[in-house]
DNA sequence: AATCCGGGGGA
DNA sequence: TCCCCAGGATT
């Protein structure tokens, strides 16, 4: 149980630095458009705000309102995700859109109960949405959250595990100021943002100093305390880009694995690097085929995701005409250009072709 | 409870 | 390199 009193100065703390000290601006700080936070909220999901910011303007000035989303061609939704990873929340922000959009007939769901079961919408951005759009007591419990309250009061249960993340959210919910909880939420992720950072944090310049655990006890590298470490995997991935007439062999990527839903070209995996005389075998990328000439074949890729590191190699070939290829169908490159792909595609399309 | 899902930027 | 970001879904 954390003392009244400790809570009330905390708050106070907080609201006052906030209104006098915090300089931070995003475009859907303070508005009360439940549309437009809740857009905010699923390109934040564990994103910087700095390369959000250009999805939120790109998504806000193609689709003004749920509406304009719901209705929207999904090729180009996702064309305009590209890039910015985590796809399936843009799966999730299709379907939620949809849903809002003809079942509520346009209007956002003002309960946490009714935000949770939302697609793509957890304890995190329900709170944010509740609080932000609806003045609800809901306390956010993200990255910042938790970096903060960890060093204010010396918690040290592990973040990264359910048991911990449940202890942070009763902590965050016990010291919600209840006053203005939209207010509240914004200052403290504020603040971990641009005061208590993860690394060397401005202790000097946070209103929170004089009762921080962490900041008496010279401790703030020591939270907040994770518990496991990234297994990482190599992948050695090879792409045919195989043109013919004005069109390439894409398909769409299906399944449990990476980039669910982007496209890309003719695949071949293998569990190690293949060497460039492979690269030009068509034996190599399944069988003989017609007579066809080398465009291009790339020097390694290096691609770094949170669990695997992609090593890649692209083969640019040119046949005389298109034929049949088992799982992938012609596009003509207008089409392509439509398309989205993973940032590691997209890259030597940039380079190469578009 | 453990694991997976992207991409980028700062130290 | 490593860390971590306005987390959530799946297994």
């Given at each position: 149980m954390?003392?009244?009193?400790?809570?009330?100065?905390?708050?106070?703390?907080?609201?006052?630095?906030?209104?006098?000290?915090?300089?931070?601006?995003?475009?859907?700080?303070?508005?009360?458009?439940?549309?437009?936070i809740w857009l905010s909220e699923i390109i934040l999901q564990q994103t910087r705000v700095q390369q959000g910011l250009d999805y939120y303007r790109r998504f806000t000035e193609n689709f003004p309102n749920i509406h304009a989303l719901a209705a929207a061609d999904e090729t180009l939704i996702f064309?305009?995700?590209?890039?910015?990873?985590?796809?399936?929340?843009?799966?999730?922000?299709?379907?939620?859109?949809?849903?809002?959009?003809?079942?509520?007939?346009?209007?956002?769901?003002?309960?946490?109960?009714?935000?949770?079961?939302?697609?793509g919408v957890g304890n995190y951005t329900a709170a944010a949405i509740g609080s932000f759009a609806f003045?609800?007591?809901?306390?956010?419990?993200?990255?910042?959250?938790?970096?903060?309250?960890?060093?204010?009061?010396?918690?040290?249960?592990?973040?990264?595990?359910?048991?911990?993340?449940?202890?942070?959210?009763?902590?965050?919910?016990?010291?919600?100021?209840?006053?203005d909880p939209a207010l509240y939420n914004q200052a403290?992720?504020?603040?971990g943002a641009t005061i208590c950072k993860p690394q060397q944090p401005d202790c000097q310049d946070c209103p929170l100093r004089k009762k921080c655990h962490a900041r008496v006890h010279d401790t703030q590298s020591h939270f907040p305390v994770k518990s496991k470490k990234i297994l990482q995997k190599n992948r050695f991935i090879h792409?045919?880009?195989?043109?013919?007439?004005?069109?390439?062999?894409?398909?769409?990527?299906?399944?449990?694995?990476?980039?669910?839903?982007?496209?890309?070209?003719?695949?071949i995996e293998k569990d190690e690097p293949a060497d460039e005389a492979d690269l030009k075998k068509a034996g190599f990328w399944g069988g003989s085929r017609q007579k066809q000439t080398i465009i291009d074949?790339?020097?390694?890729?290096?691609?770094?995701?949170?669990?695997?590191?992609?090593?890649?190699?692209?083969?640019?070939?040119?046949?005389?005409?298109?034929?049949?290829?088992?799982?992938?169908?012609?596009?003509?490159?207008?089409?392509?250009?439509?398309l989205a792909f993973p940032r590691l595609i997209s890259r030597y399309l940039d380079r190469h072709f578009m």
């Amino acid at each position: 149980m954390i003392e009244k009193q400790l809570k009330k100065w905390f708050s106070t703390q907080l609201l006052d630095w906030h209104a006098t000290q915090n300089k931070r601006t995003m475009p859907w700080k303070g508005i009360k458009d439940a549309y437009r936070i809740w857009l905010s909220e699923i390109i934040l999901q564990q994103t910087r705000v700095q390369q959000g910011l250009d999805y939120y303007r790109r998504f806000t000035e193609n689709f003004p309102n749920i509406h304009a989303l719901a209705a929207a061609d999904e090729t180009l939704i996702f064309k305009l995700w590209e890039g910015l990873g985590y796809y399936s929340r843009c799966r999730n922000l299709i379907i939620t859109a949809k849903y809002i959009s003809k079942e509520l007939g346009g209007q956002f769901p003002r309960t946490q109960e009714g935000l949770l079961a939302l697609k793509g919408v957890g304890n995190y951005t329900a709170a944010a949405i509740g609080s932000f759009a609806f003045g609800l007591p809901l306390a956010v419990v993200d990255g910042n959250v938790m970096r903060v309250l960890s060093r204010f009061l010396g918690i040290k249960e592990p973040i990264d595990q359910p048991a911990g993340k449940k202890i942070f959210e009763q902590h965050a919910a016990e010291m919600l100021g209840k006053a203005d909880p939209a207010l509240y939420n914004q200052a403290i992720m504020d603040l971990g943002a641009t005061i208590c950072k993860p690394q060397q944090p401005d202790c000097q310049d946070c209103p929170l100093r004089k009762k921080c655990h962490a900041r008496v006890h010279d401790t703030q590298s020591h939270f907040p305390v994770k518990s496991k470490k990234i297994l990482q995997k190599n992948r050695f991935i090879h792409y045919l880009l195989v043109e013919a007439d004005g069109s390439m062999l894409v398909r769409q990527r299906k399944g449990k694995d990476i980039w669910q839903d982007l496209y890309e070209f003719v695949l071949i995996e293998k569990d190690e690097p293949a060497d460039e005389a492979d690269l030009k075998k068509a034996g190599f990328w399944g069988g003989s085929r017609q007579k066809q000439t080398i465009i291009d074949i790339s020097g390694p890729f290096i691609h770094q995701l949170t669990h695997q590191k992609i090593h890649a190699r692209f083969v640019h070939v040119k046949l005389e005409k298109k034929i049949p290829w088992e799982g992938y169908e012609w596009m003509e490159f207008k089409k392509i250009k439509s398309l989205a792909f993973p940032r590691l595609i997209s890259r030597y399309l940039d380079r190469h072709f578009m």
